[in-house]
């Protein structure tokens, strides 16, 4: 009895060896492959939603005043304002700025004016030349014109009392 296996027992011992190094090694590029898998689809995943969000928070369709112009920005583009135009909220905007409310009250776009094609008036942040920044000029010259507002619509403005295109509720006179 001595201490050497013998020499078929010693070759079916490394033969198992070596299938469990290989096993363990294909499991590794398994694991290491469908981890570059995961990565790759997280990868185009996170593109795909990006992009998503990037259309998404595009301006809306909207009509607004530039540099004493009326423009519309339909799927991004601008163009001039060619003729009238009605808003789902039964608005409707003229080429001249003029806005007629469904209730009857008119009032006069300006420059940094916009108004949603859902009706909802606002100030355009992202008009050119002004890169997302306001004019306080403007914005001045827009609030000393603009002297009545409704407690609930902030942006529902008017340069007389009257009531509130969306709500109906009396106008009251902005305090600065």
């Known amino acids: 009895?001595?201490?050497?296996?013998?020499?078929?027992?010693?070759?079916?011992?490394?033969?198992?060896?070596?299938?469990?190094?290989?096993?363990?090694?294909?499991?590794?590029?398994?694991?290491?492959?469908?981890?570059?898998?995961?990565?790759?689809?997280?990868?185009?995943?996170?593109?795909?939603?990006?992009?998503?969000?990037?259309?998404?928070?595009?301006?809306?369709?909207?009509?607004?005043?530039?540099?004493?112009?009326?423009?519309?920005?339909?799927?991004?583009?601008?163009?001039?304002?060619?003729?009238?135009?009605?808003?789902k909220n039964g608005t409707k905007v003229m080429t001249t700025g003029e806005c007629s409310m469904k209730a009857g009250k008119t009032m006069m776009m300006k420059d940094g004016d916009c108004m949603e094609m859902s009706g909802k008036f606002g100030k355009c942040s992202m008009m050119k030349g002004m890169k997302g920044m306001k004019n306080p000029t403007m914005e001045k010259k827009n609030n000393m014109a603009m002297n009545y507002t409704c407690p609930m619509h902030p942006e529902v403005m008017s340069d007389k009392a009257g009531k509130c295109s969306k709500c109906g509720m009396d106008l009251v006179k902005k305090t600065n």
Not at 2 to 31: C, F
Request: hydrophobic share 45%; proline share 1%.
């Open 1 to 87: 009895m001595g201490d050497s296996y013998p020499e078929e027992r010693s070759t079916a011992h490394l033969k198992k060896i070596n299938k469990i190094i290989k096993m363990k090694i294909q499991k590794k590029i398994s694991i290491v492959f469908a981890s570059m898998l995961m990565l790759a689809l997280c990868l185009i995943t996170n593109d795909t939603v990006a992009q998503a969000k990037k259309t998404s928070t595009m301006m809306k369709d909207h009509i607004m005043m530039e540099d004493g112009k009326m423009m519309v920005m339909k799927k991004g583009k601008t163009m001039a304002m060619d003729k009238d135009m009605m808003m």
